[in-house]
């Protein structure tokens, strides 16, 4: 699982921008790690040391290649998308610069002066709410939900018909929740730069309602020979993902009450071509002052890499404290073994 707290790196990229001359048509600016970019030949323009975050303007050959090296590696994405408009006419001397390398060197920082309290968790006391609410799991629904949009011949955000899959899984989604006990909005996200939708459900807490919870993933795929129109079934990545978070819902929105901050469920397009989806959504959610007190992100859970029942968690540009409460969380309900990875930035 991929943890980040809504104040984390994942928002603070978003106000990034390109910091050389104005990227062409032709070409992407993107951040990603260093060592990815000189690995698909891209010349890496800026550097923040401590993380090993770098900026460059890739081309689509480029593209693949990062794409196709993050997929050979068991990994995800691989590199940040900037909206065109953030990066016109800058340079590498821009202040925005500074600012955005500023704070993921803060993030990185605050991380590693992170001590896990073990009192304050071994203080943790069963919830039988909680834990019946996890045996109420059905893996014949996980199993379901990952057919159904494997079925597609692809769900590619940048093919002819990019949303027939969302839609589907949207009628899915609200087949859920139609006997839902507590109130579920469930619609659909446009995007500026793409025109792929990703979708959102969102339940409103009871006694916190601005404070927002996050449990997301993306429900877009990509074949590595071709972008576009080649199948790309994207069972593992990500179905599974995908079909985690709509049982999540379909779980807790049957509860007998609603929890007591919002939670949000969120399907994003586009996450193969740069984070497109979730960064757009994130930005506007920091530029309308929104309270995102944590995510969770959920990629390629399918194949059992690391054997079964395992969980992945990445260490790498996410929150040391929400991992820590994360995997106190898993001893006490789901007792599955954790795996600790790094995905490199711009990882789902």
């Not at 940048?158 to 579920?184: H, S």
């Not at 590595?224 to 079934?233: C, I, V």
């Not at 930005?283 to 309270?291: E, F, I, N, T």
Request: overall charge negative.
């Amino acid at each position: 699982f991929k943890l980040a707290l809504g104040t984390s790196v994942a928002l603070c990229a978003l106000s990034s921008v390109a910091f050389a001359a104005p990227v062409t048509q032709s070409t992407k600016a993107v951040l990603a790690d260093e060592s990815m970019l000189l690995k698909a030949g891209v010349k890496v323009l800026a550097t923040e040391p401590s993380t090993g975050v770098a900026y460059g303007e890739i081309t689509a050959d480029q593209e693949r290649k990062i794409s196709v090296l993050a997929h050979e590696a068991g990994k995800c994405g691989g590199f940040e998308m900037l909206p065109e408009s953030t990066h016109k006419g800058l340079t590498a001397q821009s202040p925005l610069l500074t600012h955005v390398f500023g704070q993921l060197a803060e993030r990185e920082a605050l991380n590693k002066r992170f001590t896990p309290n073990s009192s304050r968790f071994n203080a943790m006391l069963l919830n039988p709410t909680i834990a019946n609410a996890v045996d109420e799991v059905s893996a014949d629904n996980l199993k379901k939900t990952v057919v159904a949009m494997a079925s597609f011949s692809n769900r590619t955000y940048n093919g002819k018909m990019p949303n027939d899959g969302v839609n589907a899984l949207k009628g899915m989604i609200e087949a859920t929740v139609k006997d839902a006990t507590v109130p579920v909005v469930v619609e659909l996200v446009d995007h500026r730069s793409i025109g792929q939708k990703s979708i959102r459900a969102r339940i409103v807490g009871s006694k916190r309602p601005n404070e927002i919870v996050i449990l997301g993933g993306h429900l877009d795929s990509i074949n590595q020979d071709w972008f576009g129109s080649k199948a790309a079934p994207g069972a593992d990545d990500n179905a599974s993902g995908s079909a985690n978070i709509l049982e999540a819902l379909r779980i807790i929105s049957h509860q007998e009450a609603a929890p007591e901050r919002t939670i949000e469920f969120m399907w994003y397009a586009g996450e193969e071509g740069g984070l497109i989806g979730s960064a757009e959504i994130a930005s506007d959610y920091k530029a309308q002052g929104k309270d995102v007190v944590g995510v969770l992100q959920l990629d390629m859970t399918l194949f059992p890499g690391d054997g079964a029942f395992t969980l992945g968690s990445m260490t790498d540009f996410t929150s040391a404290w929400l991992r820590s409460y994360f995997e106190n969380l898993n001893s006490l309900y789901i007792k599955a073994k954790v795996v600790q990875d790094k995905c490199g930035y711009g990882c789902s």
